[in-house]
């Protein structure tokens, strides 16, 4: 397929503050949970979640006749519907998570990720037709890979403790290799960022990460206010759990533009539009209280192989 | 023919939408299907060519792309293919105490297979089949099939004669806990389904719109193998024509592109593999067995829709008071008397037609897994046995192209 035809576009998003994107009522200890994949019990954003956002960043979304009146918003988001329904040409894929924020004794916190996270990025951006070209290192048991002068290691024994886990560390070429790469991606023009986040790299062994990942987001417990008494309200008030992704949370994902239907528009037309740069953006729920501000940054491979 | 058939593997890259034909909207919950129909994913396939081509669906495009026969999707999970269970290995949990009065439960596994009425007996079976009984006979209840046997205990399980001079008990260890089966990868379930609560945003007010709540279903496509790791669980599947010219065809070969398939326009790499045609081939141990039995057992690896309901078109009734059921077998010069069948209920299968821009008609099929029993009746050649592996019985040429009733065989 031409470029004019279909475009493959990577995004990233770092979380600024807490993110909520929820499933409505838990079945557990947590009543408003977050969403989490089926087998890998890692957290995501729904792909719905970000074209919604996006649209209502344009002033494109499916309500009144916003779409109808503008032909590149009908032809990039679609039209829903029983008779003149037709589907947008912007396809956007669930955002999968790239690095966790996990509270770190030393450097604050640190950026964790596994070997089958980075392998799942490594194929997202080869799909994107970017390349992590890099070897992924495997975190050996009960060992965390880090690189040569992370902020995250006690210095006497070389341990790095992560919330209530202490564990020995492994300085790691390739590690360091990866981190430069992902840094380079999801901070392009921000050295300062661009170093901490290095400092701040590490791949831990699956189950630790896994671990991290159901136990290490951020839960809040919640209640409501009666504004006549100012205490808890008897009838509504009831104490609640809300879970969060923590901010500094970064994911990944990518947006496909489908063959353009709409007479005289080409797809690239569309992703330049409403796929490009950098925006600071609102999504999930709890808004009113601080909580989704993510940056949304889409990253489109330079040297695009032509198909 | 062109007989040059590709090979693709399908990667989805999030939860897999498979819907049944039921509609779905505000208030609704999604219904999703155990696995994808073969004709979502073929017309999947050609839409994708279709565009690729660059020169619209005219007629004679729609015609090529039509042609374009699908012979999968099947399981590709680290390098084994794997089929749907046949319904006539039975599995029963056994359980035994070591001296030192610890319980341990495993898994046997018992066969249906054509057998005979004792005095007294009967049903309302039409007269030319045999009841299928268990065997070794027992009365249990059966336990959960699991979804899936790689080609290597299908194969095993295809030249099974007899369950009891088996080695096959030995494959299946049953976890009770979550119902799944380790054994050395050889079967897998199906994908897990993930449920998605959707609601609409009103931009004027920021809150929820009344009524605008919805669920989709996807089915998970990574599974967890015996050590716990999580492995991607990708298809495969074989391309072909039958028009030499078919230029369109010529596109297949190259195709390393992202296109949607199924529900919600989730989307899929579909990649071309060179080095996977073997995959496809008919064991030699299969087309040894069956030349030398005469015997013979058809395992539907994809649903199959027959002119007859569940009895294919290719098979008559034969004689007075009905009483036997005989044919050729497509594709070949194999003739056959139809013994006995083991399948389930029906399955509804429907989609929406782009030709015609309305909804296809809801045809009943025979659920994968079906077996069938036959005698055969005349000589059969090394040729006949190769061609007729994985090649579809169904009655009608273009659900044969769309990946309906392939067939797999083996001996009983």
């Known amino acids: 397929m031409s470029e004019k035809n279909d475009k493959t576009i990577n995004f990233w998003i770092h979380a600024l503050s807490a993110i909520h994107v929820g499933t409505g009522k838990g079945a557990g200890y947590i009543d408003l949970p977050i969403s989490r994949e089926k087998v890998t019990n890692w957290p995501y954003i729904p792909g719905s979640t970000i074209k919604g956002v996006i649209a209502d960043y344009y002033d494109a979304s499916d309500s009144g006749d916003r779409r109808e009146k503008d032909k590149k918003k009908k032809a ?42 980075l392998r799942s990025l490594s194929r997202d951006l080869e799909w994107g037709k970017l390349c992590l070209e890099e070897e992924i290192p495997v975190a050996p048991e009960n060992k965390v890979l880090v690189i040569e002068g992370s902020s995250l290691i006690e210095k006497s024994n070389k341990k790095i403790y992560l919330q209530e886990l202490d564990m020995d560390t492994q300085i790691c070429e ?67 759990y809300q879970e969060a992704l923590p901010a500094e949370t970064i994911l990944t994902g990518m947006v496909w533009c489908d063959k353009v239907y709409e007479e005289n528009i080409q797809a690239k037309e569309l992703t330049d539009k409403y796929c490009t740069g950098k925006k600071t953006i609102q999504i999930g729920g709890k808004n009113t209280t601080g909580q989704g501000r993510i940056t949304l940054s889409f990253m489109e491979a330079k040297n695009k192989k032509e198909d | ?41 073929i017309g999947s396939l050609r839409t994708l060519v279709g565009k690729l081509n660059q020169k619209g669906f005219n007629k ?32 029963k949990e056994e359980g035994t105490q070591n ?174 593999c060179n080095n996977l045609e073997k995959i496809w081939e008919c064991p030699k141990e ?66 929406w037609s782009y030709e015609r821009n309305k909804p296809k008609p809801i045809s009943r099929m025979v659920p994968a897994g079906s077996v069938y029993f036959f005698k055969i009746t005349n000589s059969v050649s090394d040729e006949d046995i190769a061609n007729m592996w994985l090649q579809s019985v169904c009655d009608d040429t273009q659900l044969k192209k769309d990946g309906f009733g392939l067939s797999l065989w083996g001996i009983w």
């Open chain 2, 99 to 272: 001296s030192e009065g610890e319980k341990s439960t495993y898994t046997s596994i018992h066969q249906l297979k054509p057998g005979k009425y004792n005095e007294g007996e009967g049903s309302t079976l039409p007269r030319y089949l045999s009841p299928a009984m268990l065997y070794p006979k027992e009365q249990f209840k059966p336990l959960k099939r699991p979804a899936f046997c790689s080609k290597n205990q299908m194969t095993q399980w295809l030249l099974t004669k007899d369950i009891k001079t088996s080695e096959l008990n030995k494959l299946l260890q049953y976890n009770k806990k979550d119902g799944s089966f380790f054994n050395n990868n050889n079967v897998i379930n199906f994908p897990k389904k993930e449920e998605r609560i959707h609601l609409k945003i009103c931009p004027e007010s920021g809150s929820a719109e009344e009524g605008k709540l919805f669920s989709s279903i996807g089915l998970d496509m990574n599974i967890h193998d015996n050590n716990g790791d999580i492995l991607p669980l990708e298809m495969l599947a074989k391309l072909d024509t039958d028009i030499p010219q078919n230029e369109l065809f010529k596109i297949i070969s190259k195709l390393n592109h992202i296109h949607p398939c199924g529900g919600e326009r989730r989307l899929v790499k579909w990649n071309i």
């Open chain 2, 1 to 41: 023919m062109t007989k040059s058939p590709k090979t693709i593997k399908i990667t989805p890259r999030d939860p897999l939408v498979a819907r049944d034909g039921r509609p779905f909207s505000e208030g609704k919950r999604m219904k999703s299907l155990d696995w994808i129909r073969p004709s979502v994913v």
């Open chain 1, 174 to 240: 390739k590690t360091e290799r990866l981190a430069e790469k992902i840094a380079n991606l999801v901070f392009p023009d921000d050295e300062e960022w661009r170093k901490k986040f290095k400092e701040r790299f590490t791949i831990l062994p699956e189950n630790v990460f896994n671990y991290f990942s159901e136990m290490g987001t951020q839960v809040e417990a919640k209640i409501r206010i009666d504004p006549n008494t100012k205490v808890v309200d008897k009838e509504q008030g009831g104490l609640w």
């Open chain 1, 76 to 117: 990039a988001f679609g039209i829903a519907g029983d008779n003149n329904s037709s589907a947008g040409s912007l396809v956007f894929t669930d955002a999968r998570i790239v690095c966790l924020p996990v509270q770190s004794l030393y450097g604050t916190f640190a950026w964790c990720t596994s070997e089958l996270v």
């Open chain 2, 286 to 351: 299969i087309q040894e067995a069956i030349k030398r039995e005469k015997k013979l057992r058809m395992v539907l690896a994809t649903p199959a829709i027959f002119e007859n309901g569940w009895l294919p078109g290719w098979l008559t009734i034969k004689e007075e008071h009905e009483t036997k059921c005989i044919g050729t077998i497509p594709g070949t010069e194999i003739e056959v008397q139809l013994v006995s069948v083991v399948n389930e209920r029906w399955q509804p299968l429907s989609g």
């Open chain 2, 60 to 91: 004679n495009t729609i015609k090529e792309l039509k042609d374009i026969s699908i012979t999968g999707p099947f399981p590709y999970v680290n390098n084994k293919l794997y089929f749907p269970t046949p319904l006539d290995m039975v599995l």
